[in-house]
């Protein structure tokens, strides 16, 4: 009874901070989206203010930012970030998937995509790890797994695999 009881409770005080937290959104998209300037402040102390104003080059005015990660993925060591956002000009359920790579001092576009979900906003998902950024993404009925990295210049799949 205290494990039924235990599982209720958690899963009460998840949709109590969903709500809590996205509630406020009118639309369905919405109620995933980072405020910029909430965004901006999470990278305080990851990067420079210079640094920071930079990515702000990179992405459109009206945006609504999604999710994002920050790692290597260009194996020289620097801390890269990927950004997914929407600034409205999109099909609805699409957003896309911007890679930043770090220049040291400046920031350089590795590759930009457009992506569409299906069942949220976080059916386009990425991480990275052993400096390869994995993305993920539903699409015609099948989960696409790719990872890039980013070597001379150059931005490089090296793994494309589907899930069924």
């Not at 990067?47 to 930012?65: R, V």
């Not at 060591?77 to 770090?102: A, F």
């Amino acid at each position: 009874m205290s494990r039924l009881r235990l599982f209720i409770s958690s899963i009460i005080i998840i949709l109590s901070i969903n709500s809590s937290i996205m509630g406020q959104a009118s639309s369905f998209s919405d109620r995933y989206a980072i405020d910029v300037e909430i965004f901006m402040g999470m990278l305080d102390g990851i990067y420079s203010d210079d640094m920071i104003d930079e990515i702000t080059y990179f992405l459109p005015e009206n945006l609504s930012i999604i999710n994002f990660n920050i790692g290597d993925y260009s194996g020289d060591g620097m801390l890269d970030i990927v950004i997914s956002y929407n600034d409205n000009t999109y099909k609805k359920n699409s957003y896309n998937v911007l890679l930043l790579i770090n220049d040291y001092d400046t920031f350089m576009q590795g590759g930009l995509f457009q992506f569409g979900w299906y069942y949220t906003p976080y059916d386009i998902s990425f991480t990275i790890k052993d400096n390869i950024c994995y993305i993920t993404h539903f699409e015609k009925h099948k989960w696409v797994f790719t990872g890039f990295t980013y070597d001379n210049g150059e931005l490089k799949k090296v793994l494309e695999e589907y899930y069924y």
